[in-house]
């Protein structure tokens, strides 16, 4: 029984995990995407250095979720998103078309990694 | 490359972990659950190995759940007779008094062929020795043949003796085995003695069983 006790230990512990992860991938993601969304709003309102401020933010929070996501995502996703967020601060220095085609590819992929963690049927399925 | 074998080398410490989770009864027989657990686990271990695009988390969760999952179920199984049931089945009777039972060998999927192979795998050769054949859960078939054919044993007899012990390895390559040593109640005094009157030394033997009567074999190492 002692084996019993282990196992049964062990898959609390999984589900506990994958259950802390869900929640710190929702909070993550809905400061990133916040923030994207009102950096959007801010450079369509023609106000960049107000955008910029919150693409730092981006930046700044991206770089510690990076390193809980690089646990459970693809490597070549997470180095595409990473990429793709660097790109956001010279497109709206710039002040280039694509910051807002960018920012919603950003935002596209920051769902992908929440979407991929929380149990829809879909993603079971 | 370095990833790789770390990778490689985690993988080793955790399935090695796993089957010893899983216990003596992994290593033996596979019961349906078992077998699956088995395939799954060898195909999953080597995907993060290969790919180090994917994390290792990818490939060590799902290889704890399944490991986990079963042992779990294992335990439920040893309490819950119905649960055995669903999870492993049941043994069947497939001969009975000489004569095989159609039915139950069509439900198996067995062919005569099948059959004929355990049965002569198990020393017979004619149906109609057989008074019981099972065909236990893990698939194997188990034999009882009727009692003219059975192996003579002294109970039949009717010979008196004592069951003994068998004897137990002493000295393995040079190193004694002290608690090999308890368990045929013999001492290190005795050892000494025994060595001192053949003359040879522990180092010089390469194996050394003794039972508890003291009757010893000894077999001493090759000379370079």
């Known amino acids: 029984m002692k084996r019993v006790l282990i196992c049964s230990l062990i898959l609390l512990t999984m589900l506990c995990g994958g259950i802390v992860f869900v929640a710190v991938a929702d909070r993550y993601n809905s400061a990133i995407v916040s923030d994207l969304k009102k950096a959007t709003e801010l450079y369509q309102d023609n106000k960049p250095d107000k955008a910029l401020y919150y693409i730092e933010r981006v930046e700044k929070k991206w770089d510690s979720y990076y390193h809980i996501v690089c646990y459970i995502m693809p490597s070549d996703f997470i180095q595409e998103t990473t990429k793709d967020i660097r790109k956001l601060r010279t497109l709206l220095i710039t002040e280039s078309d694509d910051f807002l085609v960018e920012c919603k590819a950003v935002l596209y992929s920051i769902n992908i990694i929440y979407e991929n963690e929380f149990p829809y049927l879909r993603t079971i399925i | 490359m370095l990833i790789v074998f770390?990778?490689?080398?985690?993988?080793?410490?955790?399935?090695?972990?796993?089957?010893?989770?899983?216990?003596?009864?992994?290593?033996?027989?596979?019961?349906?659950?078992?077998?699956?657990?088995?395939?799954?686990?060898?195909?999953?271990?080597?995907?993060?190995?290969?790919?180090?695009?994917?994390?290792?988390?990818?490939?060590?969760?799902?290889?704890?759940?399944?490991?986990?999952?079963?042992?779990?179920?294992?335990?439920?199984?040893?309490?819950?007779?119905?649960?055995?049931?669903?999870?492993?089945?049941?043994?069947?009777?497939?001969?009975?008094?000489?004569?095989?039972?159609?039915?139950?060998?069509?439900?198996?999927?067995?062919?005569?062929?099948?059959?004929?192979?355990?049965?002569?795998?198990?020393?017979?050769?004619?149906?109609?020795?057989?008074?019981?054949?099972?065909?236990?859960?893990?698939?194997?078939?188990?034999?009882?043949?009727?009692?003219?054919?059975?192996?003579?044993?002294?109970?039949?007899?009717?010979?008196?003796?004592?069951?003994?012990?068998p004897p137990q390895l002493i000295i393995d390559d040079g190193f004694i085995i002290k608690h090999a040593l308890k368990s045929v109640?013999?001492?290190?005094?005795?050892?000494?003695?025994?060595?001192?009157?053949?003359?040879?030394?522990?180092?010089?033997?390469?194996?050394?069983?003794?039972?508890?009567?003291?009757?010893?074999?000894?077999?001493?190492?090759?000379?370079?």
């Open chain 2, 6 to 165: 770390i990778r490689a080398i985690i993988l080793y410490i955790l399935m090695t972990f796993c089957v010893r989770l899983m216990g003596k009864r992994q290593l033996g027989e596979l019961s349906p659950s078992e077998l699956v657990i088995t395939i799954m686990l060898s195909n999953i271990a080597t995907i993060p190995i290969q790919d180090t695009n994917l994390s290792m988390l990818m490939g060590v969760i799902p290889i704890l759940t399944l490991v986990c999952l079963d042992v779990v179920m294992s335990g439920f199984t040893l309490r819950y007779k119905r649960l055995r049931r669903l999870v492993s089945g049941t043994p069947k009777i497939i001969i009975k008094d000489g004569v095989i039972d159609q039915k139950v060998l069509r439900d198996l999927r067995f062919s005569i062929d099948d059959l004929m192979e355990s049965l002569r795998s198990s020393n017979v050769f004619d149906i109609s020795e057989v008074w019981y054949a099972v065909v236990e859960t893990t698939g194997s078939i188990n034999i009882i043949q009727k009692h003219e054919y059975q192996t003579t044993t002294a109970k039949m007899l009717k010979v008196k003796g004592k069951t003994e012990n």
């Open chain 2, 185 to 224: 109640k013999l001492s290190q005094g005795w050892l000494d003695e025994l060595l001192l009157a053949k003359g040879i030394k522990v180092s010089e033997i390469f194996i050394l069983t003794a039972d508890e009567s003291g009757k010893t074999n000894i077999v001493l190492k090759d000379k370079k």
